[in-house]
Nanobody, 125 residues
Framework: QVHLVESGGGLAQAGDSLTLSCTAS????????MGWFREAPGKGREFVAS??????????ADFLKGRSTIYRDNAGAENTMWLQMNNLKPEDTALYYC????????????????WGQGTQVTVSS
């Protein structure tokens, strides 16, 4: 079982930037492809971004394209993934979850084997 810890959430104003990070224990081949999902109050889990094991392949949800970057570092005993979000909007307010263990980049939550506890992002207008 891979253990995931997210950080970087917080309070922001519209137009600000935030960078979320997720640290996964384990070798990159056991961590696999990683992803971000979010849940806003009253809504289901929504795909945000996914990155392959190597970091070469990336997929951002349409609402983040042009204002966000996903990347990862597999050096050492831990894998770390970051999601940089720019030009934040109030509709970005949600609990953001990190996930790992997928065979490749995917938007399907059921493809991921491990999940973090989430980090809250709140954007005010």
């Amino acid at each position: 079982q891979v253990h995931l810890v997210e950080s970087g959430g917080g309070l922001a104003q519209a137009g600000d930037s935030l960078t979320l990070s997720c640290t996964a224990s384990g070798r990159s081949d056991s961590v696999g492809a990683m992803g971000w999902f979010r849940e806003a109050p009253g809504k289901g889990r929504e795909f945000v971004a996914s990155i392959s094991t190597s970091g070469f392949n990336k997929w951002l949800a349409d609402f983040l394209k042009g204002r966000s970057t996903i990347y990862r570092d597999n050096a050492g005993a831990e894998n770390t993934m970051w999601l940089q979000m720019n030009n934040l909007k109030p509709e970005d307010t949600a609990l953001y979850y990190c996930a790992s263990g997928a065979g490749g980049i995917t938007s399907q939550p059921t493809s991921y084997k491990s999940w973090g506890q989430g980090t809250q992002v709140t954007v005010s207008s």
